[in-house]
């Protein structure tokens, strides 16, 4: 039997217009609107298109996007003043460092610099610390994405064995760190690059998370059958945008699958704009 689609597209729409209704009431409360600064560094085509389908996010749900383009040679102070100067800005509630940067910047000091208050994509130590303890201010989108989608599909996690396969810091360690938290309560196992026999691993997922980078990665033996297969991974093969899991083996196998595109793309956007509407929110108190 084929699995069951998780659609990114359909549920994400569901949450936006939960923050477009969110955002009128706090700029009608308030007056302030929630303003996202994104930062591009050079003309990477992925990242431009990243860069303007968040902006047109925002817009569409009420919320202000500001984007400064840098050259791809500027240098690693012009980047810091420009974040610090986004940092003291009053009217900026989130900024976003579009990444990766070009080969010459350090991206580390970059976001550390982000104030944590400011940091919308949960990447500053100070964040991954609370969201580590569980006590987020902000969780990082893609994962957060992830955990949104099983809860809308009525997925359970608890007492579930999840394979996440990736450690990076954007994706694969806060999506493991999320699924092991009290209420989510998953069983966690984490796969990388030197993890030894990976298909066997993975073929005892009742949840199975893909962030490798690598195209259709997962094959059809390493899932187990009736597997929830959730595929972070986009990358370009022969033209084509396809997955980290390879779709046409997995639907056969699995009982739910996300699609690429289409899947956890659309949720990391619209977690963006929750935690700039959150980030604005939080501003708005200190003041009061
Ligand atoms: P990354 O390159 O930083 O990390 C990849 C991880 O995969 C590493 O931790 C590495 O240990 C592991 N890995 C590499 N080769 C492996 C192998 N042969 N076997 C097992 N593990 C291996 O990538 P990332 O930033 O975590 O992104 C992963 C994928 O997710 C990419 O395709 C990226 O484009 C995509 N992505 C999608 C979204 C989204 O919104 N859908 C967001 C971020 C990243």
Redesign the pocket.
Known sequence: MSASIIDGKVISAAVRRKITEDTAAFVAETGITPHLAAVLVGDDP?SQV?VRNKERACENCGLKSTLHRLPVDTTQQQLATLVAELNADGTVHGILVQ?PLPKHLDSTPILDAILPGKDVDGFHPENVGLMLQGRPRFLP??PH?VMKMLQHQNIDTAGKHAVV?????????PMAALLVQRGADATVTI?????AD?AAICSQADILI??????E?VKGNMIKPGAVVID????RLNDKLV??VDYAEAVEIASAITP?PG???????AMLLQNTLEAARQWSLLGK
């Open positions: 992925a990243y990444l989108c893609t994405g396969i990736g450690r990076s810091d954007i994706v694969g360690k796969c990388h690059s030197r993890t990976i893909a962030a490798v980078g690598i195209p990665f972070v991974g986009i990358n997955g980290d690429v899947g956890v793309g659309p949720m990391t956007i």
